[in-house]
Each structure stands twice: as structure tokens, then as C-alpha cells.
């Protein structure tokens, strides 16, 4: 089968590096593949190793460009308008909303196009209200032209229905990650002091990260020594060392920018705290998990799917930073209790998100190397099985 897979730009992390995981792992073996992305975005190394995973002659780049202009962006609609007429494609799939905008736009011109929909996120986000106003309804208005629907988790895939216009279509679980048994992993579960707190992901306001930063002031507070590692980079940077500085525990607050294999690094950490407000998959979370760390995490998104309270996490109702600390006390007084969980959470990354586990998947998904994608045959029966 050939897929085209148009995605929209690359900044690291998410949903982006998330189609290097599908590559390496080879989601899309016995299939031509061809990526399409409109610009660079600001992950100019992440475009490199995807084009060399899947060969330069089959990675187009619309643009040269980190950010994209109106020009461009009606300049990438012709490109993949041209892709669909000259290569013939039997499926485009399309990831991040300026993609899905385009492609559907472009299907409406390819009616034997199989189009898919892949979902990252249980909430549209925009950068303003007017993008809201316009994206919003333009997306649904033109879901009518969408056949499939692939979600990173199974929140994703329920929330994003009202985003869609009613039709049958096909949907399916594409997690964005795939786990590593050779990755380093915490062996050593004795506490440090100060306590070491890790986080990570793109730092804006949904992730309330500055609700952690008060948790670091509020165990100081008392007479609780911690500090907090920070893996990610993002607009609120600046405003989030404003808030450590104004708290007195700047010097403990320690930002690491973007870093690829961040949790790897973050093995020595006592434990990890995610308090999004909402999640799609929620990577970051199962590479802690993956490393072995003890994790309190806000029960969103794919963290209710792969998270078992009490079992390989410490699950939170609400991402206050009181109940951060709460929960950071309960780890911090119990040290069989964070290795059993860690050592847990491990265990459950390596046997849901094996490579081999992926593989099953992408047959349910893609079907056989003709590609007939028959939701009942003998590899979406085994994926059943395996979530029954």
C-alpha cells in the first residue's frame, strides 16, 4: 500500500518525534511511505533523522523555513495536491490540525483516497482565539471527507468525536511510542537529599509547571529539602524562572531545554510528576515509567489507559501543588513502595509497547503488504485479545 503521511511541521517531542518512533519500528514495514511536511518548524535535527530513516527521495520539505507564512501554507496545499495526482497514493494520513486542514481540502480532489485523521490531542489547541474561530469549525466542516480515525490512546480517540461530522468510519489505537528494553533505568531506589523531583514536555500553561514549582516551595516550606529538573523548552520559560526567582528556590529549579532521551539522564531522580490538564498519549510519562521512576501524574489522557493507581503509579484527581506534595511525601517515606512501583512500571512499558506488540498493531491497522486493512482479520483479533 502506498501511504502518504503529511505532517505539518517539527518541533521536538510529541506527536512529531513520535513519527520517528513509528519508522524505527517499523509501523510502516512491507509499505511506500512518503512524508510531507510543510516547514522545519524548530526541530531541525528531528527532520534530519526522519529523512534518513526513510530516505531523502522519499521526504518532500514544502518549505526551508521554521515557521510557516499564509504563503507557504497555500503553497503546501498545491505540493500535496500535485503528491496525490502524480504518485497516487492509496492512503494520506494526516497529523497536527494545519495538516488535517490542507489534506482534507486536497481529498476533496481524490475521492478513491482513503484519508486519515490522526489524532494526538483530546483538546484542539490554539495559539488565539481568531485561529480558534477558524480552524474550529473549519475542521468539522470538513470531516465529512475523513474515512479513518487513528488516536494515540483511547481518550484521545472518545474526546475528539465531537470534532467530526456523524459518519461510518474506521478507527483505530496508534500509541506514539514503542518502549526500549536496552535504555538505561533507576536500579538504585535510596532517597537523595535534597529530594530530586523530575518533570518534562513542552512548557506552557496546559502542563502546569509553575503549580510544581510551588510544591518545591511548599516542601521547603516544610523543612522538606527538593529540588526540580525541568526537560523541555517552550514559551513560558522565562515567566516560569520568573516564579522560581520570586519563591526564593531559583537555585533549585534547574531547566534542561529540550533533551531527546531526557529520561535516560533523569534515572538518579527520586521520582517524576507530571500535572497536565489534558494529554493525548502523554509520552513523557511512559518514558519514566520505562526508566523505572516512581510517577505521580494527573489522570488524563493516555495516563488512564497504561496508569493503575497504587500499582505502577501515584495517581493525582487534581494537578494542585498540594496534592504534589502530599503524594511526594508518600514516596519519600516509603522506599519498598517506590521500587515497587518503579520496578511495575517498567515492567507493564516493556510488555504493552514492545516493538513486537507495535507490529500487531500496525497489521490490524495497515493489514497485509497489499493493504486491504480488514478490521476483522486475524491481527485486530489478537489486538482484541490482548485488551480484553
Known amino acids: 500500500m502506498r501511504i502518504l503521511y503529511f505532517i505539518y511541521g517539527f518541533d521536538p517531542g510529541g506527536a512529531e518525534h513520535g513519527l520517528l518512533t513509528l519508522l524505527r519500528a517499523g509501523f510502516f514495514s512491507g509499505h511506500q511511505v512518503k512524508i510531507l511536511a510543510c516547514c522545519r518548524g524548530r526541530g531541525g535535527a528531528l527532520v534530519d533523522e526522519i529523512a534518513a530513516q526513510i530516505g531523502e527521495h522519499n521526504f518532500i520539505l514544502a518549505s526551508q523555513s521554521e515557521e510557516t507564512s499564509m504563503r507557504s501554507f497555500v503553497g503546501s496545499f498545491f505540493v500535496i495536491l500535485r503528491l496525490i495526482r502524480e504518485w497516487r497514493p492509496d492512503m494520506v494520513a494526516l497529523s497536527l490540525k494545519q495538516a488535517n486542514l ?177 494529554e493525548g498519549f502523554c509520552i513523557v510519562v511512559a518514558e519514566a515509567m520505562l526508566a523505572g521512576l516512581p510517577v505521580i501524574a494527573t489522570d488524563v489522557g493516555g495516563v488512564r489507559d497504561y496508569g493503575k493507581d497504587g500499582e505502577n503509579m501515584l495517581k493525582l484527581i487534581v494537578p494542585s501543588a498540594e496534592m504534589v506534595v502530599t503524594q511526594a511525601l508518600v514516596f519519600a517515606g516509603d522506599e519498598t513502595l517506590r521500587k515497587n512501583i518503579g520496578m511495575q512500571a517498567r515492567k507493564d512499558m516493556l510488555q504493552a509497547y514492545s516493538q513486537g506488540a507495535l507490529r500487531v498493531r500496525a497489521m490490524a491497522v495497515l493489514g497485509d503488504r497489499q493493504g486491504t486493512g480488514d478490521p476483522d482479520s486475524r491481527a485486530d483479533r489478537k489486538l482484541a485479545a490482548q485488551h480484553s
Open 102 to 278: 490542507l489534506g482534507r481540502l486536497a481529498a476533496m480532489f481524490a475521492p478513491r483516497l482513503r484519508c486519515v485523521s490522526f489524532e494526538h490531542t483530546a483538546r484542539y489547541r490554539y495559539r488565539s482565539r481568531r485561529a480558534a474561530g477558524v480552524y474550529g469549525p473549519l475542521l468539522k466542516a470538513l470531516s465529512w471527507r475523513v474515512d479513518e480515525i487513528w488516536a494515540d490512546c483511547e481518550s484521545t480517540l472518545q474526546e475528539t468525536q465531537a470534532y467530526f461530522l456523524p459518519r461510518k468510519r474506521r478507527s483505530h489505537i496508534v500509541p506514539l511510542f514503542c518502549s526500549d528494553e536496552a535504555s538505561s533505568h533507576k536500579r538504585d531506589y535510596s532517597l537523595h537529599t535534597p529530594l530530586r523531583l523530575a518533570a518534562a514536555g513542552r512548557l506552557i500553561p496546559l502542563k502546569n509547571f509553575d503549580r510544581l514549582i510551588e510544591a518545591i516551595r511548599m516542601l521547603q516550606d516544610r523543612s522538606v529539602s527538593a529540588s526540580l529538573d525541568l526537560y523541555g523548552d517552550g514559551p513560558e520559560r522565562q515567566a516560569l524562572t520568573l516564579k522560581a526567582n520570586e519563591l526564593g528556590i531559583g537555585d533549585r529549579v534547574h531547566f534542561h531545554g529540550y533533551v531527546a532521551r531526557w529520561f535516560e539522564l533523569a534515572c538518579d531522580r527520586d521520582m517524576f510528576i507530571n500535572l497536565s490538564d489534558t
